[in-house]
């Protein structure tokens, strides 16, 4: 399958929109699992006021956060998809300046000394595009992440010492969620990236933090863990803005790579409660939307 460079760019710029002002499903799903266990009043007025945002916000075509977010575009491409890379690219960068100018969005994305906005979106190394392969001869998918500041400020880094065990990796968590408290516009995807390298850690937080609501990892042990930590965080009681509850996350999720024998990172990265996304899948067939 070859795949049309137009296309992709259209696409761009149809998935920031979109990913703007259409909350994934599974979202939507999470906030009804976390009304129906909530016990704080205050709380349950809170995540009422979200729900019908989220409502107003679809109903009335606007924007569910005035924050447009880092634009990250994630993309994987099939076994027999042919395309050029840099096109691919500079077409994705194009489609993110169009859904800025033409829609228009406001640009959340600046120069980082002089603090320069070129009002489209996109600067230095931005979009943050990443490419990866698939096991699918005709398909090429392409997720957009319009990733805010309020959550991402939030992200945490450690270096721990592998003796330290897993209870580092628990301790380091839960303080990484009071640090946060409500500044992450709680309830929250807790993203945790466990082993590899420094980076690679960060990157595989954030990809956790981004993952569907309802999977699991993929690593047994890696899935325990998700489990107790989901049930910890949630016994913290910073809830919903950070007003108290027991909604202070719909999940942790936890993506791990292995790593020297010698050290162990962890990172956590986390999603506030308007966690969007937007997906387009290219087949033989044509371009088809989702999340």
């Known amino acids: 399958?070859?795949?049309?460079?137009?296309?992709?760019?259209?696409?761009?710029?149809?998935?920031?929109?979109?990913?703007?002002?259409?909350?994934?499903?599974?979202?939507?799903?999470?906030?009804?699992?976390?009304?129906?266990?909530?016990?704080?009043?205050?709380?349950?007025?809170?995540?009422?006021?979200m729900v019908s945002n989220i409502e107003v916000a679809e109903r009335t075509d606007n924007l569910l956060?005035?924050?447009?977010?880092?634009?990250?575009?994630?993309?994987?491409?099939?076994?027999?998809?042919?395309?050029?890379g840099h096109a691919l690219k500079q077409a994705l960068r194009r489609g993110c300046e169009r859904a800025t100018r033409e829609y228009p969005l406001r640009s959340s994305v600046v120069h980082p000394l002089t603090r320069r906005n070129e009002h489209s979106s996109c600067?230095?190394?931005?979009?943050?595009?990443?490419?990866?392969?698939?096991?699918?001869?005709?398909?090429?998918?392409?997720?957009?992440?319009?990733?805010?500041?309020?959550?991402?400020?939030?992200?945490?880094?450690?270096?721990?010492?592998?003796?330290?065990?897993?209870?580092?990796?628990k301790t380091f968590v839960i303080d990484c969620v009071l640090s946060a408290g409500g500044k992450t516009c709680p309830p929250t995807i807790v993203g945790v990236g466990l082993g590899g390298t420094s980076d690679l850690a960060v990157a595989l937080a954030k990809r956790a933090a981004t993952r569907e609501l309802g999977s699991v990892c993929t690593d047994p042990d890696g899935a325990a863990l998700e489990a107790q930590l989901s049930?910890?965080?949630?016994?913290?009681?910073?809830?919903?803005?950070?007003?108290?509850?027991?909604?202070?996350?719909?999940?942790?999720?936890?993506?791990?790579?292995?790593?020297?024998?010698?050290?162990?990172?962890?990172?956590?990265n986390m999603q506030c409660h308007s966690a969007r996304r937007?997906?387009?899948?290219?087949?033989?067939?044509?371009?088809?939307?989702?999340?």
Not at 70 to 77: D, E, L
Not at 240 to 263: K, N, Y
């Open 231 to 268: 049930g910890a965080v949630n016994q913290l009681g910073i809830g919903p803005q950070g007003l108290g509850g027991d909604s202070t996350a719909f999940a942790v999720h936890i993506e791990l790579a292995a790593t020297h024998i010698t050290m162990n990172p962890i990172a956590v």
């Open 123 to 169: 600067g230095i190394e931005v979009p943050v595009i990443h490419v990866d392969f698939i096991d699918a001869p005709d398909r090429m998918e392409i997720e957009m992440v319009p990733k805010g500041s309020g959550s991402e400020n939030n992200s945490f880094l450690k270096m721990a010492v592998p003796a330290e065990g897993i209870d580092a990796i």
């Open 65 to 84: 956060c005035q924050d447009t977010g880092v634009p990250i575009y994630n993309v994987w491409i099939g076994s027999n998809v042919q395309v050029d």
């Open 1 to 49: 399958m070859k795949v049309d460079l137009l296309a992709v760019e259209e696409a761009a710029k149809s998935l920031y929109i979109r990913a703007l002002k259409e909350l994934p499903p599974d979202i939507k799903r999470g906030f009804g699992r976390l009304q129906s266990g909530e016990s704080a009043p205050t709380a349950r007025r809170i995540l009422a006021t």
């Open 278 to 291: 937007a997906r387009a899948t290219f087949t033989p067939d044509g371009v088809s939307y989702g999340f």
